[in-house]
């Protein structure tokens, strides 16, 4: 019967320790989107889209249209 003691307070202190390595773990993965984040912000602050990239973009916009209104079947 001791032993089932000892047993709870092994699983109480085991379940301690892996919900605060997640809770870090978590803090860390938080921490590096925040990061990329930045990065990305800043690199997109420096370099401004150009103007060939935007009508690559809307050239793709008005294909997607194009093909959605060919999948809800609207002629053209």
């Known amino acids: 019967m001791p032993e089932t003691g000892l047993?709870?307070?092994?699983?109480?202190?085991?379940?301690?320790?892996?919900?605060a390595v997640s809770l870090i773990a978590l803090r860390g993965w938080r921490d590096w989107?925040?990061?990329k984040t930045k990065?990305?912000?800043?690199?997109?602050?420096?370099?401004?889209?150009?103007?060939?990239?935007?009508i690559e973009v809307a050239d793709l916009k008005e294909r997607i249209?194009?093909?959605?209104?060919?999948?809800?079947?609207?002629?053209?």
Do not use: C, H
Not at 7 to 19: D, K, S
Not at 65 to 76: D, F, P, Q, T
């Open 7 to 19: 047993y709870l307070m092994t699983a109480a202190f085991t379940l301690i320790g892996l919900t």
């Open 33 to 35: 989107i925040a990061l």
């Open 39 to 54: 990065e990305l912000d800043r690199q997109r602050e420096d370099n401004p889209p150009s103007a060939s990239s935007r």
């Open 65 to 76: 249209r194009k093909l959605e209104a060919i999948a809800a079947g609207v002629e053209l």
